[in-house]
């Protein structure tokens, strides 16, 4: 049985609030099924967008990163997976030192 989008996002928002990293939910998509990018900005003008892939080497689903660069470049990508779907979830990290939390145990369940 696997998690609904919305307990893995309210979850994980909750683990980044228990460590003082500020997040925000920028694009709230299908709650059962939604897939998630979560966009880590630095407040220094760079950022990365990380997506969960499937890891053929592995087997395992990892957090690897999709775009990264320039804030204005990496919401680019964003909009663009936007677009190619609505049930997508955007969630905002901010934290200078580029704390996450994706690497984890349980965030990639």
């Known amino acids: 049985m696997r998690l609904t989008t919305r307990f893995w996002v309210d979850a994980y ?3 980044l609030r228990l ?11 299908d709650d059962n099924a939604g897939a ?30 999709l775009a990264e660069g320039s804030e204005a470049e990496v919401d680019a990508a964003a909009k ?3 677009g190619y779907d609505p049930d997508l ?3 905002e990290v901010e934290d200078r030192q580029g704390r996450h939390l994706l690497d984890e145990p349980g965030l990639s369940d």
């Open 13 to 15: 928002l909750t683990r």
């Open 36 to 65: 998630v990018l979560i966009k880590m900005n630095t407040l220094d003008g760079a950022s990365q967008l990380f997506e969960r892939r499937f890891d053929l080497m592995t087997g395992d689903r990892r957090w690897m990163v």
């Open 80 to 82: 663009r997976q936007q």
């Open 89 to 91: 979830w955007v969630i």
């Open 19 to 29: 460590h003082e990293i500020p997040a925000f939910v920028t694009s709230h998509g």
